[in-house]
């Protein structure tokens, strides 16, 4: 299977650290997603790359979090200093940039707890 | 405030019967997608409408976008268990930066055999 995936797909971590996630995504999909989905609603857009671009990012994506993209292939995303507020599953996509639209597939997620 | 508003919120049927799930925004979209999501997995793609009035037709499943291209509606016939799950709509708004996706609040469904 060479669908999307996300590097841990748990993570439970203490107030004020520091946690790194990682997507790979689908293989030749210039274009790379982070959305994050709180508990009983629909995801919500993060940032996203187009090859190693960093093109737009939601005023969701406070400071404390940063995205990288570095050769084009896999993505990071940070997150310093975490709160509970920063709770939730984060969902990366990939796809093929279309004009008017792309076929996004996305990866099995990783839950991140803050206690 | 939703920019894709999607209703029911929750559905419970019986295996057999036939659903309706409806995403409406006051929006126009160049696209949207309907995807189905398990518990603890990603959503997983289940249909890309692009053209207004357009119908297609998964099995059991059928989606339409409306002529607008501002609403679309999943129906489902003959539900069965293994359709049970938080089905969302997802669209992408007219010159929407990157194509990215607008998503509904989800609606969750459940089939009781």
């Known amino acids: 299977d060479t669908g999307v995936s996300q590097d841990p797909r748990h993570k439970i971590t203490k107030r004020g650290q520091n946690v790194t996630f990682r997507c790979d995504p689908i293989?030749?999909?210039?274009?790379l997603y982070w959305y994050r989905q709180t508990l009983g609603q629909g995801p919500e857009f993060l940032t996203y790359?187009?090859?190693?671009?960093?093109?737009?990012k939601s005023r969701l994506l406070s400071d404390r979090f940063s995205a990288e993209r570095p050769k084009g292939s896999f993505s990071t995303l940070e997150i310093q200093r975490t709160e509970q507020g920063d709770s939730a599953m984060y969902l990366c996509?990939?796809?093929?940039?279309?004009?008017?639209?792309?076929?996004?597939?996305f990866g099995p997620g990783t839950r991140l707890t803050v206690l | 405030t939703q920019l894709l508003e999607q209703s029911p919120q929750f559905l419970s049927i019986q295996e057999g019967e036939n659903l309706t799930v409806y995403c409406n925004s006051s929006?126009?979209?160049?696209?949207l997608q309907w995807y189905r999501q398990e518990p603890g997995e990603g959503p997983v793609l289940l249909v890309t409408?692009?053209?207004?009035?357009e119908v297609k037709k998964l099995k059991r499943l059928t989606f339409q976008f409306g002529d607008a291209r501002k609403d679309s509606s999943l129906h489902i016939t003959a539900a069965q268990p293994g359709d049970t799950g938080l089905y969302l709509c997802?669209?992408?708004?007219?010159?929407?930066?990157?194509?990215?996706?607008?998503f509904g609040g989800g609606t969750r469904v459940l089939v009781k055999p």
């Open positions: 996509a990939s796809s093929v940039a279309g004009r008017y639209t792309d076929t996004q597939y």
């Open positions: 293989s030749e999909h210039n274009r």
């Open positions: 790359f187009q090859n190693e671009a960093q093109l737009e």
């Open positions: 929006s126009v979209f160049s696209s």
């Open positions: 409408v692009v053209t207004g009035g």
């Open positions: 997802a669209g992408v708004m007219i010159k929407a930066a990157g194509n990215k996706l607008t």
